[in-house]
């Protein structure tokens, strides 16, 4: 599978069979220019998973994709034509399969009403859990889509996740709210404490490049 990361929570999955855009929000950039979408999927209603502004053209400029979103995004997309999917569903994606995961956005606090978060796994091998701690269906994931920062995270959850999951491989996301020394922090502390057997790899992210993974 060719991954590319686009910053913070948006990444592209080219399965040689189907194209997946996930969570093209407003903290990642260089995904504007995309053709050949099948899927444009959201992980939740958050801005930096989903940027209306952006929408739209991506859309045009890819008229077969298909708008796949949590059941609390569906009002932010309502004059779209979209599909609401939810945890437990199953989705037949050009020659993906899709499962949907999880079910709510981690706690940010409790004054913070809580919302839906859907978790998608690609091919039961690549998984993109969105904000929260969405465990893997069955063991032998080939990646896990990690969390780096964010104001629910704490780090030692995320590496205790990270050692629940023990994918092959534990590609970071969701980093730009860290600086620059707050990414190295992390990073540093997820690839020391990650389980025996996972790789911890960070993407090109200046020009995005795919990655086989």
Same mark, same amino acid.
């Not at 599978?1 to 590319?4: E, F, H």
């Not at 899927?39 to 998973?49: G, P, Y």
């Not at 050692?163 to 534990?170: D, E, G, H, L, N």
């Given at each position: 599978?060719?991954?590319?990361h686009f910053g913070h929570a948006c990444v592209l999955l080219d399965t040689g069979a189907a194209r997946l855009l996930i969570d093209p929000g407003l903290f990642s950039t260089g995904f504007?220019?995309?053709t050949g979408l099948n899927?444009?999927?959201?992980?939740?209603?958050?801005?930096?998973?989903l940027d209306a502004d952006r929408l739209d053209p991506l859309l045009r400029a890819n008229p077969d994709a298909r708008l796949i979103v949590d059941a609390g995004s569906a009002e932010k997309v309502a004059d779209r034509e979209h599909e609401v999917t939810r945890p437990g569903d199953t989705l037949q994606v050009?020659?993906?399969r899709v499962d949907v995961l999880g079910g709510d956005h981690a706690v940010i606090h409790p004054d913070v009403p809580m919302i839906p978060n859907n978790g998608y796994l690609v091919d039961g091998t690549h998984l993109h859990p969105g904000d929260a701690y969405v465990p893997a269906p069955q063991?032998?994931?080939?990646?896990?889509f990690v969390p780096a920062g964010a104001p629910w995270l704490?780090?030692?959850?995320?590496?205790d996740?990270? !050692?629940?999951?023990?994918? !092959?491989?534990?590609?970071?996301?969701?980093e730009a709210v860290l600086s620059k020394a707050g990414q190295k922090v992390h990073y540093g502390l997820l690839e020391q404490l990650a389980p025996e057997g996972t790789a911890f790899r960070v993407l090109d992210r200046e020009p995005p490049a795919p990655t086989t993974l």
């Open positions: 599978m060719q991954i590319t504007e220019d995309l899927a444009i999927m959201i992980t939740h209603q958050h801005f930096d998973h050009a020659g993906a063991p032998g994931l080939q990646v896990l704490k780090i030692g959850e995320v590496v996740y990270l !050692r629940a999951v023990a994918p !092959r491989t534990a590609v970071p996301i969701h």
